[in-house]
T-cell receptor, first 115, second 113 residues
């Protein structure tokens, strides 16, 4: 299996622009997570889907952030409008199901820089 | 609320020396505990996990961790460190709701030749 796939790997944009990050989970996995990693705040869970349904979005910073999972093989995280403080590495992870002992498989991340 | 503390932000060890990375957790019930490793520019990879049974857990790459309920700890150990072990290590706790995890702040390991 190719593992979790994220695109783009790097994104540089200007403040105010819309940014869309993409994730393809491992085939057959039913749970998907979006994380943000910064030096100041470490690794933060943004949102969690199970069977394409958002289960917990309490980590989404504000209304500028939105996430969708239209089908089992694709998810997007959108930031509109982007701000310099959104600069971070965004990770997507997937697990086979909603079981607490399941291993989370992480993608390589998207490094976002907002100028 | 669950939380994880990794007291050491940076650790430097010599190649061949033993390693112990500390992890303390706060959780109301029996925790599920994980150690992940992140190499530069990469995503996180699972080293090992504990959810029941033997409190000494073996993982990949020669790592092990011991769950000590009385100390609320899950420290990661390796008897002999290799230069390729230089990375950032994250402890995580789960079990509260579904498979959501709370991660610690990470410990960056540097290995001296």
């Amino acid at each position: 299996d190719a593992g979790v796939i994220q695109s783009p790997r790097h994104e540089v944009t200007e403040m105010g622009q819309e940014v869309t990050l993409r994730c393809k989970p491992i085939s057959g996995h039913n749970s998907l997570f979006w994380y943000r990693q910064t030096m100041m705040r470490g690794l933060e869970l943004l949102i969690y889907f199970n069977n394409n349904v958002p289960i917990d979005d309490s980590g989404m910073p504000e209304d500028r952030f939105s996430a969708k999972m239209p089908n089992a093989s694709f998810s997007t995280l959108k930031i509109q409008p982007s701000e310099p403080r959104d600069s971070a590495v965004y990770f997507c992870a997937s697990t086979p199901g909603p079981i607490s002992t399941d291993t989370q498989y992480f993608g390589p991340g998207t490094r976002l820089t907002v100028l | 609320a669950q939380s994880v503390t990794q007291p050491d932000i940076h650790i430097t060890v010599s190649e061949g020396a033993s390693l112990e990375l500390r992890c303390n957790y706060s959780y109301g019930a029996t925790p599920y505990l994980f150690w992940y490793v992140q190499s530069p520019g990469q995503g996180l990879q699972l080293l090992l996990k504990y959810f029941s049974g033997d409190t000494l857990v073996q993982g990949i790459k020669g790592f092990e961790a011991e769950f000590k309920r009385s100390q609320s700890s899950f420290n990661l150990r390796k008897p002999s460190v290799h230069w390729s072990d230089a990375a950032e290590y994250f402890c995580a706790v789960g079990g509260n709701a579904g498979n959501m995890l709370t991660f610690g702040g990470g410990t960056r390991l540097m290995v001296k030749p």
